[in-house]
């Protein structure tokens, strides 16, 4: 059988660090696989993206001209308004994914671009239901389907050595519950939020692990200062994948206490997967496409969004429980690993796509969205 052949464009990729970077590995390895693949990708900041833009629609038009079969597939909203007349031209053939803050930026001129590529291209695939949601209403009438997302298991890490290296790190007490968030550090992150509003509220040994770094994290230092028990938050910085490997395999609970901020929505939240995947159960806010990576009584709890009292009623469930959450951790792990696996989402990309995969084995496990 002839392999298909497929241009992918997208402005985020490694060895820059975050969600849709990883998310871009991700299906470039499982098109590499299945397709013929030409990969169009930014490896470098965002201040590049003026250049990179043009030569995306330069080079992606050509490869295109030259086999009129390939199909084109555009990472973000970002880059279907920088190449929307290649997606005008290759409309039946043209394929984009939406990540949520794509849809909601309020720049000039920049939503009725996306709003006319989404009208012209083929399919366009969302990364939950929120954002099906976002793109529905700026092209109503679109075909929009919804892209099932999953992460590679991680190295295998004992939790017990994990939490006792974080222990050891960080001069933390052994009975301490170990809280966990790990991402670029901005407003709707709400971590400033969860620090000055429900950690004051949380009487037991809670320490909070903030990685990453970003625009919020002034905020966050001074939110820290201003607690009772100093001391209780601890700034990590960026941190290497065997770090958060440590981070998240040995927290108690990892939180994502997401706030909402217009023009600016939590597409999905791989974290909590990743998270999931090591047993730690996960906090997060009942928002967006969060909605869709926390998985109630599976993988952990959705608490409405900006109430300290439900927030802080769970840290103490996890502080006073340890020993049961101990017990649940392998069933956190297992269910994660079945319903948000790398060939969970194989499948549900190469099916929308119209793709042919012989390589994976799917026991078709019932979508928990």
């Given amino acids: ?48 993206l003026l250049w990179f833009l043009p030569f995306a629609a ?17 990472g973000d909203g970002v880059v279907l308004a ?13 394929h984009c994914l939406v990540m949520g803050l794509d849809l909601t930026y309020r720049a000039p001129g920049y939503r009725a671009l996306v709003r006319m590529g989404l009208r012209s291209v083929a399919r366009i695939l969302a990364i939950s239901r929120a954002t099906a949601r976002e793109a529905q209403g700026l092209a109503p009438g679109a075909r929009v389907e919804l892209l099932r997302l999953g992460v590679a298991e991680p190295p295998p890490m004992d939790r017990r050595v994990a939490r006792e290296a974080l222990c050891a ?23 400033d939020w969860f ?9 037991d040994e809670v320490v909070f692990l903030v990685a990453g770094s970003g625009p919020r994290e002034p905020a966050i230092r001074q939110a820290s200062e201003a607690l009772a028990r100093r001391g209780q938050v601890r700034f990590l910085g960026r941190v290497t994948e065997h770090e958060k490997n440590v981070l998240m395999s040995g927290a108690d609970v990892f939180v994502m206490p997401n706030i909402s901020v217009p023009g600016d ?32 009584s599976k993988t952990g ?27 649940r951790r392998i ?39």
Wanted: aromatic share 6%; proline share 4%; hydrophobic share 45%.
């Fill in 169 to 191: 790190a960080h001069g933390i007490a052994p009975d301490c519950a170990i809280l966990v968030s790990v991402g670029r550090l901005e407003a709707r992150k709400g971590i």
């Fill in 58 to 74: 330069v080079r992606a038009a050509w490869l295109l001209s030259v086999d009129r079969d390939r199909q084109l597939v555009l």
């Fill in 195 to 203: 620090i000055r509003e429900v950690l004051p509220l949380v009487e």
């Fill in 82 to 94: 920088g190449l929307l007349p290649v997606a005008f031209l290759w409309g039946s053939r043209c």
């Fill in 265 to 296: 929505m939590e597409g999905f939240g791989l974290v909590a997967i990743e998270a999931a995947m090591r047993g730690t159960p996960v906090l997060g806010a009942d928002l967006e496409g969060i909605r869709d990576s926390v998985i109630p």
């Fill in 301 to 327: 709890w959705l608490v409405e969004a900006q109430d300290p009292e439900v927030f802080a009623e769970v840290v103490r469930f996890v502080a006073q429980n340890r020993a049961e959450m101990e017990q």
């Fill in 331 to 369: 069933s956190i792990r297992n269910y994660a690993a079945a319903h948000f696996s790398l060939d969970a989402m194989r499948q549900s990309l190469l099916e929308s796509l119209g793709i042919q995969d012989g390589s994976a084995d799917t026991t078709g496990d019932d979508d928990p969205r």
């Fill in 1 to 48: 059988m002839t392999r298909q052949r497929v241009v992918f464009v997208t402005r985020k990729f490694p060895p820059q660090i975050g969600g849709m970077e990883l998310l871009s590995k991700q299906i470039v390895d499982v098109l590499s696989e299945a397709a013929d693949l030409e990969v169009i990708a930014l490896k470098r900041s965002q201040a590049h």
